[in-house]
């Protein structure tokens, strides 16, 4: 059965589609939040929420001029933190915030600088084990990382960053017991889709190739 349209025609017929330019390309994708280490040892916490995973590999876009990029092109090492849904709010608080003294050109009138991004959005940070950059002990998934290979995109104003995963820490609520597999049925990641904070509704399926089906 084909779903209908407020106006009662079915979706995806050739007569719903418009041509429009949106700013940003956002569609429904997760949120991280980035700790690096700064010059003086000190550490940076970013979110961003452009990230996908390619077997133990994730994938990160960050902009160039932020502190995050200044700290991976010279100090590879961070930890990849997702947070759950109902942090979205300490995601917020973050996100007009950089750590960047002064404030990059480009983020002048809608950012200010913070030194210490932990402490102001009420998130804690505690050791990592293979890296120096802490985990943030509040997200119930934490990947400790290495940032592999660092290079700008095509349009010169991202850095494309791939991590390759040294350790995964998680909740122990969200892991199938006696198992090494997230239960997906218990994690939902944060998603920031067209700038706006949800998380997933119910399942719908599950691939031939999960190892956690139901």
Request: one cysteine or more; charged letters at 15%; aromatic letters at 6%.
């Amino acid at each position: 059965m084909n779903t209908l349209t407020p106006g009662g025609a079915p979706v995806g017929t050739p007569a719903d589609h418009v041509t429009i330019a949106p700013s940003i390309l956002y569609f429904g994708t997760p949120v991280v939040l980035l700790s690096t280490e700064n010059e003086d040892g000190s550490f940076n916490l970013a979110p961003m929420s452009s990230a996908w995973a390619l077997g133990q590999v994730i994938v990160l876009g960050v902009g160039v001029e932020g502190q995050t990029a200044h700290n991976l092109r010279s100090r590879p090492e961070l930890v990849i933190n997702l947070p759950a849904p109902t942090q979205w709010s300490a995601v917020e608080r973050l996100a007009p915030l950089t750590g960047r003294t002064p404030v990059p050109v480009n983020k002048q009138g809608t950012f200010r600088s913070e030194r210490d991004k932990f402490a102001a959005a009420g998130l804690r940070p505690v050791p990592s084990t293979l890296v120096r950059p802490p985990r943030v002990a509040d997200c119930p998934l934490q990947l400790e990382a290495r940032a592999a290979r660092v290079q700008p995109d095509v349009s010169g104003s991202f850095l494309i960053i791939e991590a390759q995963v040294l350790e995964v820490h998680a909740d122990p609520r969200i892991v199938v017991p006696g198992s090494q597999h997230v239960d997906p049925a218990l994690w939902s990641p944060l998603i920031y889709n067209f700038r706006h904070y949800y998380g997933l509704g119910p399942e719908l399926g599950h691939s031939f190739r999960s190892q956690t089906p139901r």
